[in-house]
């Protein structure tokens, strides 16, 4: 078998010959011209076009300048298309399925990481790249073992086993790992109280649990961060809670960090970096969570673009898995202005709900809202929202007490609306600047950016 074939199947012995590669049907698109030596690979999870809008919007009315992914599109530097991402058994994908659908090169059922139907065991595309010879990683705004960078890593039956997925990276020698989960590995938090980070210092990693740690790290080793229990805390906490702002490094500082310890490989790197809890929010619909969420996955597109465009060797790739809860700014005549109370938001749903207690006055609640919101809410509002909180009783907050009815009742203040809080079967925005971006076509099935990249990368 030569060495293209073997990366491009991925498949288990005696599993692959059956199966028709989605490569095969669009070959002739990738005829590059050169290949490339790195590849970063951004993806906002969960990002409808409307969560792309009014991230841009947000943007432009608050520090008067465009987002960094549009002003790509202003500048032409990059090439833009729509891109199907369908799972295998849903036109509306969960975050499992499409990651493998990028990372193992077919679709594959809902739940699962790039495990087909019948037991089809497909090798993830940073294990190609690392048995290359290139340096590999993640980074993410989630658990490290969450389904997105787990696509990109691991074939595993079930998205759910996140303890199984931290153990099968520490059978690894992936080079960069960072986000939240530290249930995932910590001894005391692990029901088989196996140490992780322990097995992980063994092998020479550095392992970081705060953003100081991450930052004074050395570029000459590998890493784990784990910063925070679960997912990471929203952007707009963190802007607005001084210990989480030191205790958590941004996106865009994990991917400069990663880029730093990764780039001195004389085979190059690959990247995965994502911005998990914009999908987050968006099952929550959580205006403030979403908009600032995004603007900090837009900084560390920034952060990429830098490197590749002084590089000049790098393929960036932007993008998201599928579209989330579908907001948008609605009609009004007071529109422009009621979105404009975004800027004054202080905290997400979660925190805002977090703080509201069973028994709370409406006075006390319509100041703790104003606090955090920026919103005065009339008395019957408060007393509507209260009243989810009484009759959960004790333990009511963010768990018990959803956070779309927070964002009905926002609604007529922010004129931004939501069409769920669920998954969508949308078309996705996807972006590509770098040797070889010339070559997207308008619209692509989500598989064949796997064979895209490694077609790029000359394996």
């Not at 590749?308 to 700014?329: C, F, K, M």
Request: aromatic share 8%; glycine share 10%.
């Amino acid at each position: 078998m030569k060495r293209r074939d073997f990366f491009r199947s991925g498949t288990i012995a005696g599993l692959g010959a059956g199966l028709i590669s989605p490569f095969s049907s669009r070959s002739k698109l990738w005829e590059l011209d050169r290949q490339v030596k790195n590849i970063i690979f951004l993806v906002t999870d969960g990002m409808s076009s409307g969560t792309f809008q009014m991230a841009d919007l947000l943007r432009r009315r608050m520090d008067g300048r465009n987002s960094n992914w549009l002003q790509l599109y202003h500048d032409k530097k990059i090439t833009r298309g729509i891109m199907d991402m369908s799972s295998l058994n849903s036109a509306v994908p969960d975050s499992a399925a499409a990651s493998s659908s990028w990372g193992g090169g077919y679709r594959v059922n809902n739940g699962s990481l790039n495990i087909g139907p019948n037991g089809e065991v497909y090798k993830p595309i940073l294990k190609k790249f690392k048995d290359s010879g290139k340096a590999v990683g993640c980074v993410t705004t989630v658990q490290i073992t969450h389904a997105t960078p787990a696509g990109f890593l691991v074939s595993h039956p079930t998205r759910q086993e996140q303890a199984v997925i931290a153990e099968k990276y520490a059978e690894e020698n992936y080079d960069v790992l960072m986000g939240g989960g530290l249930e995932f590995f910590d001894s005391e938090s692990r029901e088989d109280g196996k140490d992780l980070f322990a097995k992980f210092s063994d092998k020479g990693y550095s392992v970081a649990l705060n953003r100081d740690e991450m930052l004074r790290s050395s570029i000459e080793k590998p890493i784990i961060g784990v910063f925070h229990r679960g997912g990471l805390p929203y952007t707009l906490d963190q802007m607005n809670d001084r210990a989480l702002h030191e205790e958590v490094p941004t996106l865009a500082e994990m991917t400069q960090k990663a880029i730093d310890i990764m780039k001195s490989n004389p085979n190059g790197f690959v990247i995965q970096v994502e911005a998990g809890k914009v999908d987050w929010a968006a099952h929550g619909n959580d205006l403030g969570a979403i908009l600032y969420d995004q603007l900090a996955f837009d900084d560390a597109v920034k952060t990429a673009m830098d490197f590749a465009e002084s590089d000049g060797n790098t393929l960036v790739i932007i993008t998201t898995d599928h579209g989330n809860a579908n907001p948008g700014l609605m009609g009004g005549r007071n529109a422009d202005k009621n979105f404009d109370r975004v800027q004054s938001f202080k905290h997400s749903a979660n925190y805002t709900l977090s703080k509201i207690e069973s028994g709370m006055s409406p006075a006390a609640a319509i100041e703790w809202i104003e606090q955090a919101k920026g919103i005065a809410i009339k008395k019957e509002e408060a007393k509507e929202l209260l009243s989810f909180f009484d009759r959960v009783g004790e333990g009511a907050g963010p768990s018990t007490i959803p956070a779309p009815r927070l964002a009905k009742t926002l609604y007529p203040y922010t004129n931004v609306g939501w069409a769920g809080t669920s998954h969508t079967s949308d078309f996705v925005e996807i972006s590509m600047y770098g040797p070889g971006s010339e070559k997207l076509p308008p619209i692509i099935m989500n598989t064949e950016l796997h064979f895209y990249m490694l077609e790029a990368a000359g394996l």
